[in-house]
């Protein structure tokens, strides 16, 4: 056992039973205690990535394992010719944090690109026409979701587009409204927050001006809020700064604490009823342990007043991140989900130096570090990291 655990071995191992469409792996981890994850040899890191923006209560929460161990002694899948209280509790839940209005529903599912496939099919069984989506976006990898990423290399080898899709540029009203007045649209998608294009945030008079053109043009208006939603900024969602309504939302990541489940929000009866029974479905989407699993996030954040502890965290981060170093040049975000921007390609190399320190971070592109740590990072862990930035830049610079 003890032969299993050293480097080379996890290392080889990998290679010949994985595929490798991540590339090799950085770490081996082995287990985790609130913000900190410790690797097969029994190094710790303060992780800053929480698992791409997934472990809004880092790790082993004992509200997250006390519900889903629970409810795995009832209940864990049932199928869903059958409903349950957790996945009637979370729906409900869901509609009154996003301040759905009456008529409105979710579409329970397990991923990101999920909840985006089912926001596509609602646009396109209403009418079917093109999708706008905004330069730089991401928003999935399955081929529906894939023909709204914005990055060619991602979409490129596996031949045309499956939607047909409109790529425009973001914080450019005029070019919305133009092709708007095409005719031939059936939804407009965005992020709040870009995250892969560098945690670069849509100004809230923008998202204002997109629901307000497309209200005028009888065309959908969906935020995607994989992301960025579930408090990550701390609000529940971000596009509510912008005070707006869309009419749909799609929401994943932070939402589950580690367990998988996305989530599509239909705002309002018209758009609600456009789905009829049968014309989409999941086979694990809304399972009771998943629900359990979001049930338990939601309740922390409320209980332990998280929105306003990332709200805090994220200024305090901001701030003194920004005054730092000379080559930093930018911090963009809010919250819990923060870009640091540099004046040359050297987040790569703070990522190993960062790693070697002892610090999980993210290069989301040659120039920016992505931040998106747990809900619950305290004061102490984020001025620790703020204390090394400075000497691992001047490293890396050396």
Known sequence: MAEQQTNGNWQERYRNALLGV???????????????????DGKEYLDLLGGIAVNALGYAHPAWVEAVSHQS??????????????????????????????????????????????????????KNGRIIALNHAFHGRSL?????????????????SAVDVTFIAPEDPDALASELDRGDVSGVFMEPIQGEAGVVPLS??????????????????????????????????????????????????????????????AFGSDVSGILAAGQHGTTFGGNPLACAAAL?????????????????????????????????TEVRGT???????????IAADLVAAARHAGFIVNAVNPSTLRLAPPYILTKAEAESFIAALPRLIDAVQA
């Open 335 to 345: 919250g819990a989900l923060l870009g640091v921007q540099f004046d040359s390609d």
């Open 204 to 265: 809230d008079e923008y998202l204002q001006q997109v629901r307000e053109l497309t209200a005028c043009h009888d065309v959908l208006m969906v935020v995607d809020e994989v992301q960025c939603g579930m408090g990550r900024t701390g609000r529940w969602f971000a596009h509510q700064s912008a005070h707006i309504t869309p009419d749909v939302m799609t929401m994943a990541k932070a939402l589950g604490g580690g367990f998988p489940i996305g989530a599509t929000m």
């Open 73 to 126: 002694e009832t209940l864990a899948h049932v199928s869903n010719f059958f409903t349950t209280g957790p996945q009637l509790d979370l729906a409900e839940k869901l509609l009154a944090l996003a301040k759905a209005p009456k008529g409105s529903a979710v579409f329970l599912s397990n991923s990101g690109t999920e909840a985006n496939e089912a926001a596509i099919k609602i646009c396109l069984a209403r």
């Open 296 to 328: 338990a996030v939601i309740s922390t954040i409320e209980s332990d007043d998280l929105l306003t502890h990332v709200r805090q965290i994220g200024t305090l981060m901001s701030t003194a991140l920004r005054q730092s170093h000379p080559r930093i």
């Open 22 to 40: 991540f590339g090799n792996p950085q770490l081996c981890l082995d287990h985790g205690q609130g913000c900190v994850v410790v690797d097969n």
């Open 144 to 160: 529906g979701a894939l023909s709204l990423t914005h990055k060619i290399a991602y979409r490129q080898p596996f031949g045309p």
